[in-house]
């Protein structure tokens, strides 16, 4: 099984789409029933084939942290959506954006994880307005449009990792998620001041989008590469 050692957080990355690594089959075979009657609900078969991908890794990867089959995790999911499994000595969270999907399990607490790519065109101004706090709109207003554009989605990702390392989703207002900005980078949270919640912006070698991580924890993270990973075809 796979240990933590100096980290307490593992993050993971992949490509869920057609041309990536991750098999489709191989994925479908291991997922709950729950799990598979929400993939068959999606319109579009790029979207249900994502969401297959995402969460057939997903528990490829917990499989060797677990010591449990992945098709055979009781994965489960709280009153607002975040995945957990009963019992079980680490935490997990993942998010994905187009064709990447990020993966974050911790032994040190609660984990939130989030990932956007900064090829999204969004109305940043329009948008600022409606989600972001003062300090994070005069910030963004200092920026030339090509850093207001990556900042703007530095800055959502750290709220999307605060509403979900609790489970609160978008029932905690991005409004009253007040993120500092250090060296060009999200660091901290000033509000909510509790509970109390680490903030990581993690850098993805081949990423061109943000990703960061939020805990009730001191954070000590380990970027690891998915060789041997992956969900396969048998």
Same mark, same amino acid.
């Given at each position: 099984m796979t240990r933590f050692s100096g980290s307490n957080i593992h993050i993971y990355h992949a490509d869920i789409g057609d041309a990536g690594r991750i098999d489709l089959g191989s994925c479908w075979t291991v997922l709950s029933k729950a799990e598979k009657d929400r993939a068959e609900r999606f319109h579009f078969d790029i979207h249900r084939n994502r969401y297959v991908r995402a969460n057939g890794q997903l528990r490829a990867i917990l499989s060797h942290y677990l010591g449990i089959p992945a098709g055979e995790i009781p994965i489960e999911t709280e009153r607002r959506g975040k995945p957990?499994?009963?019992?079980?000595d680490c935490?997990?969270?993942? #998010?994905? #954006?187009? *064709?990447?999907a990020v993966f974050a399990v911790s032994d040190g607490?609660?984990?939130g994880i989030?990932?956007?790519?900064?090829d999204r065109k969004v109305? %940043? *101004?329009d948008l600022s307005r409606h989600y972001y706090t003062a #300090?994070?709109?005069q910030a963004l207003a200092r920026l030339e449009e090509a850093e207001k554009h990556e900042m703007f989605f530095w800055l959502w990702t750290a709220k999307e990792a605060r509403m979900k390392v609790t489970g609160e989703g978008l029932a905690? *207002?991005?409004?009253? %998620? *007040?993120?500092v900005i250090e060296k060009g980078r999200p660091s901290a949270y000033r509000l909510p001041a509790t509970p109390e919640t680490s903030l990581l912006p993690?850098?993805?070698?081949?990423?061109?989008?943000?990703?960061?991580?939020a805990g009730l924890f001191i954070p000590r993270p380990e970027v690891r590469s998915l060789e041997g990973l992956y969900m396969r075809r048998d």
């Open positions: 957990f499994v009963a019992g079980a935490q997990f969270n993942m #998010s994905h #954006s187009a *064709d990447t607490g609660t984990v989030d990932v956007e790519l900064f109305e %940043i *101004d #300090s994070e709109q905690l *207002d991005p409004r009253k %998620i *007040d993120v993690v850098v993805l070698d081949g990423l061109k989008g943000a990703c960061c991580v």
